[in-house]
């Protein structure tokens, strides 16, 4: 099947985030049904273990089964990611990333916990991650060399104060606590998580591009291990028990946090897939769509007294008025994505690796390809203005002697084959 690629990144991300509501709200019962007790620590700790220990065996069951082969390919090259061939060992290559991967996503799962046992509306819980966006926007214009304009910079201001104003449901309290765990915890991490998992899935791995199965079992694995490291060490400080505790709770509850994990796995790999066609900042732009799909949730758990839900007519105004705000800024986010190919010819008699590393060192610069033929060099761009484009990149190749003469191409149109 071939998909414009902008309406495939739009669908795997869209996707991702109506998943990744009805998982919130899995957690949110599970949470509150069966680690509600006189300890919160400890009924966090035990919740972000047991997610981890099931999750791996959830995951290497999924992907034990994607794995088989249909008429030639995988199921899950086939509803999944093409590039997914069978379950393997991580390369060495992948081990960094992953490691970094691994590490935040174990302290964001801890964070993530503590957060349920302090809020109860799954709605509220997923306007609180989104403010993320922020965090993304400052680290990728430090890691892809992509400094964020005006109008991306006002469009994640207006999809932070929308997830903010959705987030104020438990009838206008402000828990100080909670704020801390997600200025301090989740989305810092959640930031280094996407960059990491998203430098994974660009990794050309057997010459083709890495694929998002393998990369979310393996970060469920990381996880895992650094989860059990850290409350390991808070057990031999402290003198808890905490890890035993959530042993037990990964027996108790079983069905349950597998089928949470199942569920998660799946809008990982979408939301993993879709950041190897996307900046980081876009996707958990899109991604704040999951607030307008937690509301549903957030009802159906209030109607069965799960869930705190606020019915108060000035409280749903504002969190109207919050999905408004994050639907335009991620519409805005949308008009503003430019791609362009820039064509060159180099002088006769000079080193192409030279220059390749010049044109790697342009801000925006996502590929450069090395070509026989008319052209020396094919570079792929990604910026969100066309005048951006030609201010900051046009003007840097100018400045390469060896460059004799280029064509820059917008890409009006583009396919994806799934």
């Not at 057997?206 to 490291?229: E, H, M, P, Q």
């Amino acid at each position: 099947m071939i998909i414009r690629k902008k309406y495939l990144f739009y669908a795997l991300a869209l996707t991702s985030s109506f998943i990744a509501a009805f998982v919130t709200t899995i957690d949110s019962y599970v949470g509150n049904t069966f680690f509600h007790g006189t300890d919160p620590i400890q009924n966090a700790v035990a919740f972000s273990f047991s997610l981890f220990f099931v999750g791996i065996i959830a995951t290497f069951i999924i992907a034990l089964i994607l794995s088989l082969k249909h008429k030639g390919k995988s199921l899950g090259s086939k509803l999944l990611d093409p590039s997914f061939k069978r379950l393997r060992l991580i390369k060495k290559s992948e081990l960094r990333h992953h490691l970094i991967a691994g590490l935040m996503n174990a302290i964001n799962t801890i964070g993530y916990c503590a957060l349920i046992s302090l809020v109860y509306d799954p709605s509220v819980l997923v306007s609180f991650s989104q403010i993320v966006i922020l965090y993304l926007l400052l680290m990728e214009s430090i890691t892809e060399k992509n400094i964020p304009t005006l109008a991306e910079v006002q469009s994640s201001i207006i999809v932070t104060f929308g997830a903010i104003l959705a987030s104020i449901s438990l009838h206008g309290e402000i828990n100080v606590p909670s704020l801390l765990i997600v200025f301090l915890i989740i989305n810092p991490t959640w930031a280094f998580f996407s960059i990491f998992q998203r430098k994974l899935k660009m990794m050309h791995i057997n010459g083709k591009l890495n694929d998002a199965i393998n990369i979310r079992f393996w970060n469920v694995v990381f996880s895992f291990l650094f989860t059990t490291l850290i409350i390991l060490f808070w057990d031999i400080i402290s003198g808890s028990q905490y890890l035993l505790a959530g042993i037990l709770a990964s027996i108790y509850f079983f069905p349950w946090l597998f089928l949470t994990m199942s569920t998660t796995f799946f809008s990982y790999v979408l939301y993993i897939r879709s950041l190897g066609l996307g900046n980081a900042s876009v996707n958990n732009a899109i991604r704040a769509s999951s607030i307008i799909f937690a509301v549903p949730f957030s009802i159906i758990l209030a109607l069965y007294g799960l869930s705190p839900f606020s019915t108060d007519p000035v409280m749903l105004i504002i969190k109207v008025i919050g999905m408004i705000l994050i639907v335009m800024g991620i519409i805005t986010f949308a008009l503003t994505q430019v791609k362009a190919y820039i064509f060159i010819t180099l002088k006769p008699g000079h080193a192409r690796k030279e220059v390749m590393n010049k044109l790697w060192a342009i801000p925006g610069v996502s590929h450069v390809t090395v070509t026989a033929g008319k052209y020396d060099f094919i570079v792929k761009v990604s910026t969100r203005t066309l005048v951006k484009g030609y201010e900051r990149i046009i003007r840097r190749i100018d400045e390469i002697d060896e460059v004799q003469s280029y064509k820059w191409n917008s890409v009006l149109k583009d396919w994806e084959n799934i």
